[in-house]
């Protein structure tokens, strides 16, 4: 994937949704697990160094698959690529619980499908197409398959 590095430099100094020292273990074998700052900034999870300021790196979280893996542990691995996993140890199962809630719901798709279930909503109660007013309610991005609107 191609990507503006000085773009994702300043995503990554934007303020972030959830942010936290977390253990992590990268995809290659033999990796160890490594305290990282990890960084939620709308659907990219930037990992550091704990004493430095620059992101080491960064997951696009787009087709992909959080999975709970035990009480404090969690995986991040992409649909293409399922052998490639990240992984992720939190200090209690509560924190886990919430990362990995918030790392399901940053994807753009399930962004999409949220405001598509609320249009629908909207337009059920009122008879209105909320998206009308902005002229963008035809476009293919906002459709479901199966949505008749």
């Known amino acids: 994937m191609r990507y503006n590095e000085k773009e994702l430099l300043s995503l990554s100094r934007q303020r972030a949704e959830k942010a936290a020292e977390l253990s992590m273990r ?3 074998k033999g990796s160890v697990l490594k305290k990282r700052l990890v960084k939620l900034v709308v659907n ?3 990992y550091f160094r704990i004493d430095e300021e620059e992101p ?3 997951l696009l979280l787009e087709h992909c698959r959080v999975s709970k893996e ?3 542990g969690f995986s991040i691995h992409f649909i293409d690529e399922p052998e490639k996993k990240y992984m992720f140890e939190c200090s209690s199962q509560e924190q886990c619980v919430e990362w ?3 790392l399901t719901n ?3 798709e399930f962004m999409r499908r949220s405001l598509m279930f609320y249009r629908n909503e909207i337009l059920k109660m009122t008879g209105k197409d909320p998206l009308e007013q902005y002229g963008i309610s035809g476009e293919s991005r906002f459709q479901l ?3 008749s609107l």
Do not use: H, M, R, T
């Open 100 to 102: 990995v809630e918030a």
């Open 26 to 28: 990268g995809p290659k």
């Open 106 to 108: 940053a994807s753009y």
């Open 44 to 46: 990219f999870l930037f």
């Open 70 to 72: 035990d009480e404090k």
């Open 145 to 147: 398959e199966n949505a």
């Open 56 to 58: 080491i790196g960064a």
